[in-house]
């Protein structure tokens, strides 16, 4: 595959997952991969993934007569590897030149995965990138520094302490307003804030804080 992409959609096998919402960022210069059995999730869009990545356990014959004939490339791993098939396809991602990437299709019902999809987007090696888990009406993203959120006055915001204490947190536009806090890793203290207006800010001198949109 030649062709030079700068953003990309992941779509994961989550089987509670609702992707419905992923379409819209999607356009001609996006890099569609599937990994392994959640190819089918970009099926359900009618799209046409580039890649198709994993050890292919979970694929379905259905899935794969659907992309017969296509041009679709497959990279076939071992089972007994190293990572999983949602972080070989956000690998991939970033080989091919992507710094704006969406993970999509992560919820399910193997908690270990959802979990593991999660941290996924806090490994130092993605620090620099754009990557946003994007699941139903909830957009979740990783902020080191700074962060712009646009939705619709009250919508909920959560932000939770990945790793340890998360300082200097400063927000505006939450009803809940933050100036230089510390939001300690294992509380709640940062659940379900909201929108005043139609946007908000976040910013964050130490750690790193898992933000959850919820959109209206």
Do not use: W
Not at 101 to 108: M, S, T
Not at 112 to 124: Q, T, V, Y
Not at 125 to 140: C, D, L, P, S, T
Not at 158 to 172: H, R
Request: proline share 2%; net charge positive; charged share 25%.
């Amino acid at each position: 595959m030649n062709k030079q992409f700068r953003k990309a959609v992941v779509f994961c096998n989550g089987d509670l997952a609702d992707v419905s919402r992923v379409r819209k960022y999607i356009d001609a210069k996006t890099l569609i991969v599937g990994c392994d059995g959640g190819t089918a999730h970009a099926l359900s869009l009618g799209l046409t993934p580039h890649v198709v990545i994993g050890d292919f356990d979970s694929i379905s014959n259905k899935t794969l007569r659907a992309l017969g004939g296509k041009e679709v490339e497959y990279l076939r791993y071992p089972r007994e590897k190293d990572f999983t098939d949602s972080e070989l396809g956000l690998m991939y991602a970033k080989e091919k030149g992507c710094t704006d990437i969406i993970l999509a299709g992560v919820r399910g019902t193997a908690t270990d995965h959802f979990l593991g999809n999660l941290f996924l987007i806090a490994k130092k090696q993605y620090r620099a990138f754009n990557i946003k888990i994007v699941e139903g009406r909830e957009e979740m993203m990783l902020l080191r520094k700074h962060i712009r959120i646009r939705g619709k006055k009250g919508d909920d915001v959560s932000l939770i302490t990945i790793g340890p204490d998360a300082a200097g947190v400063t927000t505006k536009g939450l009803f809940y307003p933050l100036k230089n806090a510390v939001l300690k890793s294992g509380t709640a203290s940062g659940i379900r804030n909201r929108l005043t207006g139609t946007h908000a800010e976040i910013t964050l001198k130490k750690g790193a804080l898992l933000v959850i949109h919820r959109v209206s």
